[in-house]
């Protein structure tokens, strides 16, 4: 959990671009988290094929299921967790949790940030990593 918040904040101002998968062309928030867990080993590959507005939650889901994080709820964040947010309707958005708060692609700012915690828009999935 560590090392995934620690990744996450050495993300800290790479440029947002949609579909970015590359921190040094950018990242949007799905590359975010694959970036932000390239310290997993076996990262299958990242949905795609996505716009700004839309729901993704069962592909989303799918994905962390594959690199063993498992989905809970009523449970309060811990480090290195990854939240599934709802900033407007039909748009989904990601964000790993580290000590400071929330890191995240942030399409408005152009970049990835830290925002603090508790974040403004309603949490629709919350997953853990779970170990190998």
């Not at 993704?56 to 989905?71: E, K």
């Not at 603090?116 to 190998?132: A, D, M, S």
Request: some cysteine; aromatic content about 6%.
């Amino acid at each position: 959990a560590a090392q995934i918040a620690g990744g996450a904040l050495k993300l800290l101002g790479t440029p947002f671009r949609l579909h970015g998968r590359d921190p040094v062309s950018g990242l949007d928030c799905v590359g975010l988290v694959a970036a932000a867990l390239a310290c997993l080993a076996d990262i299958p590959p990242t949905p795609t094929n996505y716009t700004l507005r839309g729901t993704y939650g069962d592909r989303i889901s799918a994905f962390l299921d594959a690199i063993h994080f498992g989905q809970i709820s009523m449970c309060p964040s811990e480090y290195g967790d990854i939240l599934l947010l709802r900033p407007g309707p039909g748009q989904d958005h990601m964000a790993i949790i580290v000590p400071e708060g929330a890191v995240h692609a942030h399409a408005g700012l152009a970049r990835v940030v830290l925002s603090p915690l508790p974040l403004p828009w309603p949490i629709v999935g919350h997953w853990r990593y779970l170990g190998e």
